[in-house]
């Protein structure tokens, strides 16, 4: 092992979750590049690994970065990992690795333990195909665009969200989709995992009813069903709704919600 970069994945919750192949991989490595070194060294101190280890996070990442490059180009191997799962995904790590392939020096993925596989196997929704968009952003305003924008995606949706937020963000996903098969895939691996299922509005009422959630949150929406394109013109199915009563610029955010486009797209049409 040398002039090599690792990328190792650890365990999510469950310390079991861990490949005999990582398990190597960070007993011979030079150097372990992790996001909090007091939570690694607890991984390495239940495996007996005592290796040198150096903090590598968004904070100092950029700066961090070229001091790992300089390592490795002087023959080192270097293990990156991050405080759980697979890192890069939703975590810091591309910076090294683009870097590491543009000085010529070798990657190579140690795969494992994954929140968003883990979730998706033990889901129930469909895996034929599916987009992951990392963590939700914390405003609702944002929040509801992105839903809106996924509206008319025919793949399960895989999202990351805060305990914090969630009943905020099921009541967009009520708002902005509808009646779609949710999962929540709480605490993978660990003690108290749960998968909850049913639609938005549904797990809102589950989880409202109690005193406060917790725990790592893997958020998964089902398909978007068949729906029958009404081939209306838009600008006459924006006059039907107006003539009913409903604003100009709210008919048209309804016939873009329904057609599966943006307003601006709507907009730009009826000019």
């Given at each position: 092992m040398s002039k090599e970069l690792y990328i190792v994945a650890t365990p999510i919750g469950n310390l079991e979750d861990i490949t005999l192949r990582a398990l190597r991989v960070l007993r011979e490595a030079d150097l372990i590049a992790c996001e909090d070194t007091r939570q690694t060294r607890k991984l390495l101190d239940h495996f007996g690994i005592a290796k040198p280890v150096t903090s590598y996070h968004e904070h100092n990442e950029a700066a961090r970065a070229a001091e790992l490059i300089e390592r490795l180009e002087r023959g080192e191997s270097i293990a990156l990992v991050s405080d759980a799962g697979t890192p890069l995904i939703s975590d810091p790590g591309y910076r090294l690795v683009r870097a590491a392939i543009d000085a010529g020096i070798t990657v190579v993925p140690v795969p494992g333990a994954s929140a968003v596989m883990g979730a998706l196997a033990g889901a129930g929704l469909g895996t034929d195909s599916f987009r992951f968009g990392g963590f939700l952003p914390a405003k609702t305003?944002?929040?509801?665009?992105?839903?809106?924008?996924?509206?008319?995606?025919?793949?399960?949706?895989?999202?990351?969200?805060?305990?914090?937020?969630?009943?905020?963000?099921?009541?967009?996903?009520?708002?902005?989709?509808?009646?779609?098969?949710?999962?929540?895939?709480?605490?993978?691996?660990?003690?108290?995992?749960?998968?909850?299922?049913?639609?938005?509005?549904?797990?809102?009422?589950?989880?409202?009813?109690?005193?406060?959630?917790?725990?790592?949150?893997?958020?998964?929406?089902?398909?978007?069903?068949?729906?029958?394109?009404?081939?209306?013109?838009?600008?006459?199915?924006?006059?039907?709704?107006?003539?009913?009563?409903?604003?100009?610029?709210?008919?048209?955010?309804?016939?873009a919600k329904t057609r599966g486009l943006s307003k601006r797209e709507v907009y730009k049409l009826t000019l």
């Open positions: 305003s944002q929040r509801r665009k992105i839903f809106e924008e996924l509206r008319s995606e025919t793949c399960t949706l895989v999202f990351y969200e805060a305990p914090h937020r969630i009943l905020e963000t099921l009541e967009d996903i009520n708002a902005a989709l509808g009646a779609r098969p949710i999962v929540i895939a709480r605490e993978l691996t660990k003690l108290h995992e749960e998968f909850l299922r049913g639609t938005a509005a549904e797990l809102h009422a589950t989880l409202s009813a109690r005193p406060s959630v917790k725990g790592e949150i893997t958020l998964l929406i089902g398909k978007a069903e068949h729906v029958e394109l009404d081939d209306t013109p838009i600008e006459e199915a924006i006059l039907k709704l107006e003539t009913s009563g409903i604003s100009r610029m709210d008919a048209i955010k309804q016939v």
